[in-house]
């Protein structure tokens, strides 16, 4: 495997237009994919409004002792015959 500063030894000898095309397609390597961009973008909104709906008092908040609770109770009321 090369090192970094091999590989840049070799980049530097290539024409700008290469190398203007490997700098490039690193850059775009750093990015993140669109479909990821996305995503984050709607789990900030997902949380924005949630944080929303908090100040307004659309939702109850609950400590997670409570919640755990009433999850287990859901569930065990599901299988029960």
Do not use: F, N, Y
Not at 43 to 51: C, P
């Amino acid at each position: 495997m090369s090192t970094v500063s091999e590989v840049l030894t070799e980049a530097l000898e290539l024409s700008q237009p290469e190398r203007a095309e490997v700098a490039h397609r690193l850059l775009l390597s750093l990015e993140p994919d669109d479909d990821e961009r996305e995503v984050d973008e709607a789990w900030a909104q997902a949380i924005r409004q949630r944080l929303q709906d908090i100040r307004q008092g659309k939702v109850e908040v609950v400590d997670w002792d409570v919640a755990r609770d009433r999850i287990r109770a859901a569930l065990s009321i599901q299988d029960a015959p």
